[in-house]
């Protein structure tokens, strides 16, 4: 087990990444909590999913700014080297033909800092995510 030095935390992988300190509240706080390279695209996903869900409830779930609608349709956050968007697994397969460059798991995409975010495309994934749910045009 590895104990973060600054907080205190007990985590099976050495330098886990987590929040050292309280979650943030709301999406807003997440992002401002985020290194300053790392902001910009968060705020710029925070948008197009904000437009693209606007009768979404805007939340954060597993320390993740989340947009929900009886459940979580959309997430995002930031790590190291890359913006993770987890729309699920439905999502994933359904845009696999568009996501080929970049690196997916089961309901996770990867968009790496060294690329510009796929603004139209991240546009479309959210709002596919809320018409499976019925709550997007």
């Known amino acids: 087990m590895w104990e973060c030095p600054k907080c205190g935390r007990s985590f099976k992988r050495t330098n886990q990444d987590h929040y050292c300190g309280p979650a943030p509240q709301t999406i807003e706080e997440y992002i ?56 699920g697994p439905d999502a994933v397969r359904a845009f696999a033909n568009q996501l080929t460059e970049y690196k997916t798991s089961k309901g996770a995409i990867q968009f790496p800092y060294e690329k510009p975010l796929p603004l139209e495309l991240i546009a479309e994934i959210a709002a596919w995510c809320g018409r499976s749910q019925g709550i997007a045009p």
């Open 32 to 87: 401002a909590q985020q290194p300053e390279n790392a902001q910009p695209y968060l705020r710029q996903i925070n948008d197009i999913i904000k437009n693209a869900l606007p009768d979404a409830v805007q939340k954060i779930s597993w320390s993740m700014p989340t947009y929900w609608k009886k459940r979580n349709l959309i997430q995002f956050a930031a790590f190291k080297k890359h913006i993770g968007l987890y729309p």
